[in-house]
């Protein structure tokens, strides 16, 4: 069963974490079955920014991004070459280590 090793994250998990999935679950729903509350105002539709991650190490083992993702990244805060959004970056067989971004640009927030 794959880890995703998440670094630490003063808001969301600030001790960092490490969580198991299954193959084939979005990173998105993996961390919200595990406590971890990242923002996903379109319900991981692949409508918005705010589940944005950055995957440090793993990333050539996940799907590629499509062009709708590609075009909602660039609209993301602190993009990076590691730049994905989570309820689009689907666990394979391997590790990932994620590390969850200080901002997001979410103009709805409830929880703030």
């Given amino acids: 069963m794959p880890q995703l090793i998440i670094l ?7 001790e ?3 969580i198991e999935t299954n193959p084939g679950t979005s990173v998105c729903r993996a961390l919200l ?3 971890i509350e990242i923002e996903h105002a379109c319900e991981m ?5 705010t589940c944005h991650v950055y ?11 499509d062009e709708i993702e590609d075009d909602l990244l660039d609209k993301a805060w602190g993009l990076d070459p590691d730049s994905r ?6 666990v ?3 590790d990932l280590v994620i590390e ?12 703030h």
């Fill in 100 to 111: 969850i971004p200080k901002y997001t640009i979410n103009q709805v927030s409830e929880n």
């Fill in 8 to 14: 630490p994250n003063d808001e969301f998990c600030p």
């Fill in 92 to 94: 394979s067989e391997d």
């Fill in 55 to 65: 995957v440090r190490e793993g990333f050539d083992t996940i799907e590629e991004s």
């Fill in 16 to 18: 960092g974490i490490v």
């Fill in 85 to 90: 959004l989570s309820c689009q970056a689907i």
């Fill in 45 to 49: 539709s692949n409508a918005c920014t």
């Fill in 33 to 35: 079955d595990n406590g």
